[in-house]
């Protein structure tokens, strides 16, 4: 999928993709829709041309040239979110109460953990994450990877248990699934 010379790396585009640049803004649109990026801060030149990515590194030294990477690393990453997707599952796991999850709004909802009466709530990321609850499975979907993984992040660490013992106690929210762009 790519080439890489003594100092830089160029990147094809893939066929139903298509990218523009602005600045060192990024934009990257496919069949899920829209991921925009900013690279202001990675010292690395991007060049936009024909169906290739030329990315150089701003430096000769290991960590410029190890950005270039990084760089190359983001991009696939948008690419597969704006063809395939990303998708992350989560378990609802409970011994005694039985938990609730709820999606209302931008927020999602954990009622009756533990017997709590006041709700575990959680946030979405990015406008087009989306959350759906079907049984005991909690799925997170969504264009952009770093939206879908900080939601499933921010579910899961709504539900951990402070001040006990988690190997015993094991009631909670687990990412069990990761897939996407594959």
């Known amino acids: ?25 990024i934009s990257v649109t496919g069949k899920n829709g829209t991921i925009s990026r900013d690279f202001h801060k990675l010292p690395a030149f991007i060049t936009v041309k ?6 150089e590194p701003a ?12 760089v190359r ?14 998708r992350y599952k989560l378990k609802i796991v409970f011994a005694h109460f039985p938990i609730s ?6 927020e999602v909802h ?10 575990r709530i959680s946030h979405m990321v990015g406008d087009r ?14 264009p952009s990877l770093e939206d879908v993984s900080q939601t499933a992040a921010n579910i899961e660490s709504s539900t951990k248990v402070k001040g006990k013992d988690q190997r015993v106690f094991l009631d909670g929210i687990y990412i069990y699934s990761r897939d996407g762009g594959d």
Request: avoid cysteine; aromatic fraction near 6%; proline fraction near 1%.
């Open 1 to 25: 999928m790519s080439s890489k010379d003594k100092f830089g790396i160029e990147l094809e585009i893939p066929k139903n993709v298509v990218v523009k640049k602005e600045n060192q803004m």
């Open 50 to 55: 024909n169906n290739t990515i030329a990315i």
């Open 59 to 70: 430096g000769k030294r290991k960590g410029d040239l190890a950005m270039t990477n990084t």
């Open 73 to 86: 690393s983001i991009l696939n990453n948008m690419f597969k979110g704006v063809e395939k997707g990303f």
């Open 101 to 106: 999850v709820k999606v209302k709004g931008r």
């Open 110 to 119: 954990v009622e009756n953990f533990f017997g709590e009466r006041s709700a």
């Open 129 to 142: 994450t989306k959350v759906a609850i079907t049984g005991d499975d909690v799925i997170v979907e969504g």
